[in-house]
């Protein structure tokens, strides 16, 4: 039995993924490839192979080829919006469901709560004190949206604070989606302007959960701090989940209710 012949990858394929990491490592610090005739030059390429490797950047929004343009084919910056917007058409393509989102968001938020109280720095809990006394001052004026807006701001900060950019991307990912989906599909979790009672003590629940956080980052206390702000946003999920179809897909693509 004779083995098969490994298949050669296209030169249009090798020719991408080379540019594709010294994109990514910051080699074009002006913006611009390398003039077209040197690329070709350094890769033993024709034109037309080139053109096709310069598609599949383009494809992936990496590059722009500005035809008839003396500057060349510029580099793109990266976009966080951008990013959102492709992971959002994948996820609604794969089926991803409203729940799963605040799955996610469940499987990452605790631990970032433990590398806070890990780190226990004195500039963060100044920080995530800052942030609770606009909760409490916005709980006792009742000012239902803005203490919706900060709680949100609450949970970014806490990732933020971790450090770590990919824990950060994902949270703010998840954020934008979760809003986005709300929008398009006129389901909206809007703040009622007469709460009752289980909304009252749901908001305020929700505060003293954070003063309750803070003081167990403050004591270092990683462990106890990673098992509240579970407790935390399963109850968050459960209460924001309770009036959606859990199972419904995301609806992100197209931005409705945007201006």
Known sequence: MT??????????DAIADQLRREIAAGAFADGLLDP??????????????????FRILESERLIEVRHGSRTGVRVRQPSGEGAVRMTGQTLQAAGTTIEQLYEARLAFEPFAARLVAQRCDRRDIGRLRGAHADLDGLLEARAWPALGA??????HLLVELTGNQMLTLTADTIATLLERHQRNRNAALHEPADPDASWLAFRGLGVRSVARLIALVEAGEANAAEVHWRLHVERANDYWLKDEDRHAVIDVIGDRGAR
């Open 3 to 12: 083995d098969h012949a490994p298949i050669r990858q296209r030169a249009s």
């Open 150 to 155: 900060a709680m949100a701001r609450f949970h």
């Open 36 to 53: 077209t005739p040197q690329l070709m030059q350094r890769f033993g390429v024709s034109r037309p192979t080139l053109r096709e490797a």
